[in-house]
């Protein structure tokens, strides 16, 4: 065989294979990024959908939030996790208004470093309860043993209206504790009447919803 019959190997060609490795390398790398950056997004809107709704499972008046499913049959995944996760019972969305609230009128998230005045109108006969609950939905732990106020047992202005007070130092009135608690949430229920609602009447009931202010922090 002629000396010019033997091919020498391709200049180069090595080079040319690990540039192809490394390519391949980064694509899958880019893959494996996009795969878990969807993972982290889905995660963390599932979670935010779990604890505070969507246009989906929720109406929002104020800083008040309605899960319109509660208790139903057909109630979203969402809604249930939201029930599950924060462990308390609550009534159906067809017999009472259960709402919400996390921030204030103002949108400032509520915290037991501020002291708060929750005021709302008469009720004009409808039952109501107002409780204040840590961020994993349980009741706060206080020597004066208060954990929530109704129509029954709240103290009324004259014209029926009422002054909630949130703070962890007591003071006269309707006082409800926070302690240390840090991060709270209210809720607000306010009971069907026994003869129903219409859907009118349920959209009136909204007007019922208190005013969350906050006075101050430490």
Same mark, same amino acid.
């Given at each position: 065989?002629?000396?010019?019959?033997?091919?020498?190997?391709? !200049?180069?060609?090595?080079?040319?294979?690990?540039?192809?490795?490394?390519?391949?390398?980064?694509?899958?790398?880019?893959?494996?990024?996009?795969?878990?950056?969807?993972?982290?997004?889905?995660?963390?809107?599932?979670?935010?959908?779990?604890?505070?709704?969507?246009?989906?499972?929720?109406?929002?008046?104020?800083?008040?939030?309605?899960?319109?499913?509660?208790?139903?049959?057909?109630?979203?995944?969402?809604?249930?996790?939201?029930?599950?996760?924060?462990?308390?019972?609550?009534?159906?969305?067809?017999?009472?208004?259960?709402?919400?609230?996390?921030?204030?009128?103002?949108?400032?998230?509520?915290? !037991?470093?501020?002291?708060?005045?929750?005021?709302?109108?008469?009720?004009?006969?409808?039952?109501?309860?107002?409780?204040?609950?840590?961020?994993?939905?349980?009741?706060?732990?206080?020597?004066?043993?208060?954990?929530?106020?109704?129509?029954?047992?709240?103290?009324?202005?004259?014209?029926?209206?009422?002054?909630?007070?949130?703070?962890?130092?007591?003071?006269?009135?309707?006082?409800?504790?926070? !302690?240390?608690?840090?991060?709270?949430?209210?809720?607000?229920?306010?009971?069907?009447?026994?003869?129903?609602?219409?859907?009118?009447?349920?959209?009136?009931?909204?007007?019922?919803?208190?005013?969350?202010?906050?006075?101050?922090? !430490?």
């Amino acid at each position: 065989m002629a000396a010019t019959d033997i091919t020498p190997p391709r !200049s180069g060609s090595l080079g040319d294979v690990a540039r192809d490795i490394a390519r391949s390398v980064m694509r899958l790398f880019g893959q494996i990024v996009a795969i878990v950056c969807a993972i982290i997004v889905g995660v963390l809107s599932s979670r935010a959908m779990i604890a505070d709704g969507s246009m989906l499972s929720t109406d929002s008046y104020g800083p008040w939030v309605h899960w319109h499913s509660i208790g139903l049959d057909d109630a979203d995944p969402y809604t249930r996790a939201h029930i599950v996760k924060f462990g308390t019972l609550r009534l159906a969305a067809h017999s009472a208004g259960v709402y919400e609230a996390d921030s204030d009128t103002l949108g400032a998230r509520l915290h !037991s470093s501020c002291d708060y005045v929750i005021e709302g109108p008469d009720t004009g006969g409808l039952w109501w309860s107002l409780s204040v609950f840590d961020s994993t939905g349980a009741l706060i732990a206080n020597d004066a043993e208060r954990y929530v106020f109704t129509r029954d047992t709240v103290a009324t202005n004259p014209d029926g209206s009422y002054i909630v007070t949130l703070g962890r130092d007591a003071r006269p009135g309707n006082w409800l504790p926070t !302690s240390g608690a840090g991060r709270l949430m209210l809720v607000f229920t306010v009971l069907d009447p026994a003869t129903g609602l219409s859907d009118e009447e349920r959209v009136e009931r909204t007007k019922l919803l208190p005013d969350i202010r906050r006075e101050g922090c !430490s």
